[in-house]
């Protein structure tokens, strides 16, 4: 008989999180350098929620019709707008909160 001492523990999971790489196209670009102040914050920390879990539903929202791709995160007044693929997110807008965020 084994005692408990002996016996094979649960099997640890590892603790290192799977972090996506940002890859951005050029209007987001453009558009992340051109913000400051207390609106560059809001959307670094939306992209660093983007990072760690492209897919966290208290934030992030999947989009539908001809952005059925696509997610969105809104943080303060600003929108940011990505699809996800394998291990890379692609940001493809950064944008105040209005109208023309979602038109091509």
Known sequence: ??????????????????????????????????????????VTEALRIIKANPYDPTHCTKLHGKWKDFWKITKGGWRVVYKVEKSTVFVAY??????????R
């Not at 105040?96 to 038109?103: A, I």
């Open 1 to 42: 008989m084994t005692s408990r001492k002996d016996a094979p523990g649960p099997q640890k999971k590892s603790s290192a999180k799977r972090s996506f790489k940002l890859e951005f196209a050029r209007p987001a670009e453009r558009a992340l350098e051109s913000i400051s102040g207390k609106d560059k914050s809001l």
């Open 94 to 103: 950064i944008r105040p909160r209005d109208d023309s965020t979602y038109r």
